[in-house]
């Protein structure tokens, strides 16, 4: 269950880091560093409050969410606290797709 979510979220966060490919790819090819640097720097707090909204969510909903994989109370139970810690990884997890994208984008990686 933990994994299928930690799946899920990542490609959640991913999806800055998809964008962030091709607009920092566009602005260095147009020769704009400033221009891709203001991009990275937005798609970085973007990511860091995407990141940080997706663990509050998950906070909030640490109790309901296992009933949506299986019906099984000890299986729930057993859940919960990977839950906590999905949660708040969630953070860190988005700044590092982010910078994944923006590194791609820039081909530094």
């Known amino acids: ?32 560093v400033a221009g891709a640097r203001a991009v990275a720097d937005r798609l970085l707090i973007l990511g860091l409050a995407l990141g940080g909204g997706l663990m509050c969510v998950f906070l909030l909903g640490k109790e309901a969410l296992p009933s949506l994989f299986t019906a099984d109370a000890s299986v729930a139970l057993a859940v919960a606290p990977l839950l906590t810690y999905v949660a708040v990884m969630q953070p860190l997890n988005s700044l590092v797709f982010v910078g994944d994208g923006i590194l791609q984008g820039s081909k530094d990686f």
Request: charged letters at 10%; glycine letters at 12%.
């Open 1 to 32: 269950v933990a994994a299928q979510l930690w799946l899920l979220l990542s490609f959640v966060c991913d999806s800055l880091a998809v964008a962030g490919q091709g607009l920092i790819a566009d602005a260095l090819g147009r020769g704009q």
